[in-house]
């Protein structure tokens, strides 16, 4: 192996749970990448929501255990598998999809999921590319059909998916509002993208969507928390709107009654179920967006790899989020 190496630091789940079963071992088998693979010395990982329900044992899709959490890395190519022609050692990349888990000091990914990082982003903001902007422009563009000057409202939207949103829902002509839990929070979306944004701790904040949008109603609505706001999105739709759910925590009762004269729709998106060829064109977009400049992902709150535990922790149990949050390694 190229490195010298022949294991590495990685943190292993062994057991279904809580944050503390993220262990880090320092004597983790060094993968190696087979045909069409290529193997990434890590720089930093991006820390996803699904990350902590896929860990919990929550989640629809079950990793067989043990295994190394993460999927959004950015680094540098370290040794490039059989076939693989468009990468060589010492490419600076990122990804959307690992292959042996991204919380560790190397991991292997199949070499179509693995982007030329650009010298316009840094490693951490490489990292808090994946998940955040394909289900963002997958959610905004390919599942809710979004058009130039319809609205858009972005719940939770100084979040990873949150900036994301703002960010492509701005540049492809939408009028794009937001919520957020906190005031820098708000400012951080006004800053990346958002036109207006609302407090959602305050308790008329509905009231002050719905003022604001008059009796037009809002197009469409990225949910990262359906399982508390799903029931007041389909009373802030338009006719045809659309409630596009990111993420929920569990369940909630809402009445049909209110799809049923604006006609409206509550679409589910997981990025893991979208098609090849829906990816690619995600892809398309997105890389198009980091050269022309407008695709810039903020950086939250850094933790070292030993930490992971504390980040899920954190993750779960914020206040409100002020951008991606990343492992560094």
Sequence with gaps: ???????????????????????LLSD????????????????ACGVNPVETYIRSGTYARKPALPYTPGTDVAGVI???????????KGDSVFTNGTITGGYAEYTV???DTVFPLSDKLDFKQGA???IPYFTAYHALIQKGHAKAGETVLVHGASGGVGI??????????????????????????????????FNHREADY??????????QGVDVIIEMLANVNLATDLKLLSPQGRVMIVGSRGPIEIN????MMKESSIIGVAIFSATKKLMHECEAALLAGIEAGWLKPVVGLEYPLEKAAEAHENLMNSSGALGKMVLLI
């Design 164 to 197: 994301a949103a703002c960010q492509i829902a701005r540049v492809y002509g939408l009028k794009v509002l937001g919520t957020a839990g906190t005031e820098e929070g708000m400012n951080i979306a006004l800053r990346n993208g958002a036109h207006k944004m």
């Design 1 to 23: 192996m190229a490195t010298g190496r022949n294991v590495m630091r990685a943190i292993r789940v062994s057991e279904f749970g809580g944050p503390e079963v993220l262990k």
């Design 109 to 111: 990914a199949a070499a």
């Design 28 to 43: 983790v088998l060094l993968p190696s990448p087979k045909e069409n693979q290529v193997l990434i010395k890590v720089h």
């Design 128 to 130: 808090a590319i994946g």
């Design 206 to 215: 509905v009231d002050k969507i719905k003022e604001f949008v008059g009796g």
């Design 256 to 259: 049909p009654r209110d799809t």
């Design 78 to 88: 370290e040794v490039v598998g059989e076939r693989v022609t468009k990468f060589k």
